[in-house]
C-alpha cells in the first residue's frame, strides 16, 4: 500500500491591501484576478491565529470552534487573528478558492460580511450566500494604511455541487432548525362547491419573480 506524503495544494485568492486588488494562486505563482460576484462558504468559516511569512507557506492554530478561541501561541513570533473561509466562482477563480489572511483590513471586511450572514441565513436554511464585492475603503489603523474590502449579500442559492458539505454538518448548522414556516394556505373549495355557490372558479395565481431578482440573475456569473 502507498504512503500518501504529496502535500495538496489548495488553490486560493489573496486581498492585496495596498492597492485594493485581488490575486490568484497560479501554476508559476500569482497572477491578477477581478471578480464582482462569489459564493462564500460562510457556514464552513474558520478563525484562529495565523502566520504569513514571506516566502513561507501560512502556518495556522485554528480556533475548536467559532465559539472557542484557541489560545495563542507562546513561541515569541507575530501571531495574529485570522479566518479561512472558501470561495466559488467558475468564472472568475475557476472553481473554488480559499480565502486566508490575517491581514486586518481584509479581517474587517470578513466581520462585516459575516454580521449581514447571521441575520439572514435562518430565512435561507442550507443555502449559500452570493456575495458581491463592492470596491474598498481605504482606512487608517494603527499606525499603518490599509484598505478595507467591502462585501454585501445581494441573493441565496442552493449549495454548488463544487462546494459539497465534506467535513460533516458545521457547527452553525447543527443546532438550528429551519426557519418557521407561514401556517398553511387552507385549501381552496372545489369545483363543485363553486359551483354549488354560483362562485366562478378561479385559477390559482401564479408567483412571479421580482424584477430585482430577475436583474440579478441575468447578472450573476459564477
Known amino acids: 500500500m502507498p504512503l500518501h506524503l504529496q502535500n495538496d495544494f489548495t488553490p486560493h485568492i489573496r486581498w492585496m491591501a495596498q492597492s485594493s486588488t485581488w490575486r490568484k494562486?497560479?501554476?508559476?505563482?500569482?497572477?491578477?484576478v477581478t471578480w464582482e460576484h462569489a459564493i462564500f462558504?460562510?457556514?464552513?468559516?474558520?478563525?484562529?491565529?495565523?502566520?504569513?511569512?514571506?516566502?513561507?507557506?501560512p502556518e495556522w492554530v485554528m480556533d475548536p470552534s467559532l465559539k472557542v478561541k484557541a489560545p495563542k501561541p507562546a513561541d515569541g513570533r507575530e501571531w495574529r487573528r485570522g479566518f479561512k473561509v472558501s470561495m466559488f466562482s467558475e468564472s472568475a477563480f475557476g472553481g473554488v478558492r480559499e480565502f486566508s489572511t490575517t491581514a486586518v483590513g481584509a479581517v474587517r471586511g470578513i466581520n462585516a460580511l459575516y454580521?449581514?450572514?447571521?441575520?439572514?441565513?435562518?430565512?435561507?436554511?442550507?443555502?449559500?450566500?452570493?456575495?458581491?464585492?463592492?470596491?474598498?475603503?481605504a482606512a487608517r489603523i494603527g499606525k499603518g494604511n490599509t484598505s478595507i474590502p467591502?462585501?454585501?449579500?445581494v441573493q441565496w442559492r442552493d449549495r454548488p455541487a463544487a462546494m459539497p458539505f465534506n467535513d460533516g454538518l458545521p457547527e452553525q448548522l447543527a443546532t438550528r432548525t429551519p426557519a418557521a414556516q407561514p401556517?398553511?394556505?387552507p385549501?381552496?373549495?372545489t369545483r363543485a362547491e363553486y359551483q354549488d355557490h354560483q362562485a366562478p372558479l378561479a385559477p390559482a395565481p401564479v408567483p412571479q419573480p421580482t424584477e430585482l431578482a430577475k436583474e440579478l440573475d441575468d447578472a450573476i456569473n459564477l
Open 25 to 32: 494562486s497560479a501554476p508559476d505563482g500569482h497572477e491578477p
Open 41 to 57: 462558504d460562510l457556514s464552513h468559516i474558520q478563525t484562529g491565529w495565523g502566520i504569513f511569512a514571506e516566502g513561507q507557506a
Open 115 to 137: 454580521d449581514q450572514y447571521e441575520a439572514e441565513t435562518e430565512q435561507h436554511f442550507n443555502q449559500v450566500p452570493v456575495v458581491q464585492y463592492c470596491g474598498a475603503t
Open 150 to 153: 467591502n462585501f454585501r449579500i
Open 183 to 185: 401556517a398553511a394556505t
Open 187 to 189: 385549501a381552496r373549495p
